[in-house]
């Protein structure tokens, strides 16, 4: 969310503020959306990590 805002004011320097406020309110209300976005990948990315993880160390236990 940090980031969103960061990028927000970054542009507010260039565009009019009325806009980034605007995108800002855009982004709060549609953020379980796009979180569950990111996060979806990101959980599967995870899951086969913590596998291979697992793998290796019975490799190293054999």
Request: glycine share 2%; charged share 20%.
């Amino acid at each position: 969310m940090s980031l969103l805002i960061g990028v927000a004011v970054a542009d507010s320097q260039l565009a009019q503020p009325i806009i980034v406020v605007i995108f800002i309110v855009i982004a709060l209300q549609n953020w379980k959306r796009i979180s569950s976005f990111i996060n979806t990948p990101l959980s599967s990315y995870k899951k086969s990590f913590t596998v291979w993880l697992n793998k290796q160390k019975r490799k190293e236990l054999k």
